[in-house]
């Protein structure tokens, strides 16, 4: 397998940020996109935004996927005071489990399911969690629930994880194709979060520069 890069890597935060200002938008004043509601007690509606850019390539690799099968959105934009709270929440329950681990091998492992506050594509707009539903917006199976965690699921939430059904497979290799070839890159411990224009993407794409950071929601 592939070496992983995490968010945590100084790599990641190391890639510069040329701000483009592209506006984020609500996908759900979009019909062509299925948004699942198990977000939608946020009564803001912060989860249902994308960068401009990002939910042009959601309806483009949407329409590459085979007929019967729709993209079916999570979870878009995530406030900062929000990312900060997962990420602190998740690096507890590591500590808490693992009292021996430094505090550099928290943050890194924690790094595996959610990304560090200070560099997160879900911040940025850049990022969305998704999976694949059937005509009749019924989720698939795609091998474990999404937001799955690396100890529940004994990596299985790991893209190119083997403990898998042969369906299962087969279907995140068609969400997998019809992503990658609108542009957006996936997080590899995170079947479900794909992302563009954020620094992970520049530096798994070769790109100069991310194309969004951090922002507030208007």
């Keep these: 397998m592939t070496e992983i890069v995490l968010m945590s890597d100084p790599k990641v935060a190391a890639v510069p940020v040329q701000e483009c200002g592209e506006r984020l938008l609500d996908v759900r004043r979009d019909s062509r996109l299925l948004v699942d509601e198990r977000k939608w007690q946020d009564s803001a509606g912060a989860f249902a935004h994308l960068r401009e850019g990002v939910l042009d390539r959601l309806h483009k690799a949407q329409a ?39 505090a550099e091998q928290v943050h890194s492992a924690a790094s595996r399911y959610v990304s560090p506050p200070e560099i997160a594509p879900h911040s940025a707009g850049a990022a969305v969690d998704l999976t694949l539903a059937d005509a009749g917006g019924r989720e698939l199976d795609l091998g474990t629930r999404m937001n799955a965690t690396p100890e ?67």
């Design 64 to 102: 590459q996927l085979p007929q019967g099968m729709r993209l079916l959105f999570v979870e878009g934009y995530r406030p900062p005071s929000l990312q900060r709270r997962y990420f602190d929440e998740y690096a507890a329950q590591l500590r808490a489990t693992h009292p021996e681990w430094a």
């Design 152 to 218: 529940e699921s004994a990596g299985a939430c790991y893209t190119q994880a083997d403990d898998i059904s042969r369906e299962a497979r087969s279907q995140r290799d068609i969400l997998g194709t019809a992503l990658t070839a609108v542009g957006l890159v996936n997080y590899p411990t995170e079947w479900w979060h794909w992302s563009y224009g954020d620094r992970y993407w520049a530096l798994q794409t070769g790109a100069k520069v991310a194309r969004y950071g951090p922002m507030d929601l208007d």
